[in-house]
C-alpha cells in the first residue's frame, strides 16, 4: 500500500539489512561452525559473530524455497550443497541447530538470492563472509535517517566491503 499525501511519499515500512563482506584475506578457519535459526527482521542490530552469519546465510538459503517457484527445493538444495562442501573440504566441522526460535527467518529472505547465489559460487566470498572478523550484518527499517538510527546501513560497495542490500 502506498500513500501519496502533499509531496510525502509513504509505503509499508519494512525490513533493510545490509550484507557488509570484509575484503580481508582469511588466515585460517575454526574447527567448527554452528548453522542456527534465528529471525532476522527490522529491529535495528549489528551482527558479527560466526554463528549469526551462519545463520543468516542458512536462513537466506532456506528462503529460497519457495512452493510457488517450480523446482525452488533444487536452489535451496544445491545451495546449501555448495557450503557443505566448502566446510568438509576446508576441514571444517558443522552442525544445522534447529532448537531456535519457533518463528525464524529472514523478513522477506526470497530477496536475498543474489547474495546466496553470489556468495556460494564464490569460496572466497563464502570464507570472508563466515569468518572475516570484520564481516557483519546490518538491520534495520527503511525509514534511515542520518543522526537519527542506531545503526546507519552500507548502502553500497567501498574499499574494504562487498555489500549486498536485501530490501522490503
Not at 509505503?11 to 529471525?39: E, L, Y
Not at 531456535?100 to 530477496?111: K, L, T, V
Not at 557483519?136 to 555489500?163: A, F, R, W
Request: hydrophobic fraction near 30%; charge should be negative.
Amino acid at each position: 500500500m502506498k500513500n501519496i499525501r502533499n509531496t510525502i511519499f509513504e509505503t509499508n515500512s519494512s525490513s533493510v539489512h545490509a550484507i557488509c563482506i570484509a575484503k580481508d584475506p582469511i588466515i585460517s578457519f575454526p574447527g567448527f561452525v554452528k548453522f542456527g535459526r534465528q529471525m532476522f527482521g527490522r529491529e535495528e542490530a549489528e551482527y558479527y559473530s560466526i554463528e549469526s552469519r551462519a545463520s543468516y546465510l542458512y536462513e537466506a538459503i532456506l528462503a529460497m524455497d519457495d512452493e510457488a517457484v517450480p523446482n525452488s527445493h533444487y536452489y535451496r538444495d544445491y545451495y546449501w550443497s555448495k557450503v557443505q562442501d566448502f566446510l568438509t573440504k576446508n576441514g571444517i566441522r558443522f552442525e544445522k541447530d534447529y532448537s531456535g526460535p519457533e518463528y525464524s527467518q529472514i523478513d522477506h529472505g526470497y530477496e536475498c538470492e543474489d547474495f546466496v547465489r553470489e556468495v556460494c559460487e564464490n569460496e572466497d566470498l563464502l570464507a570472508m563472509f563466515l569468518f572475516g572478523t570484520r564481516s557483519k550484518i546490518q538491520c534495520g527499517g527503511d525509514e534511515q535517517i542520518p543522526g537519527k538510527n542506531k545503526v546507519q546501513l552500507m548502502d553500497e560497495d567501498t574499499e574494504d566491503y562487498k555489500v549486498f542490500i536485501k530490501g522490503n
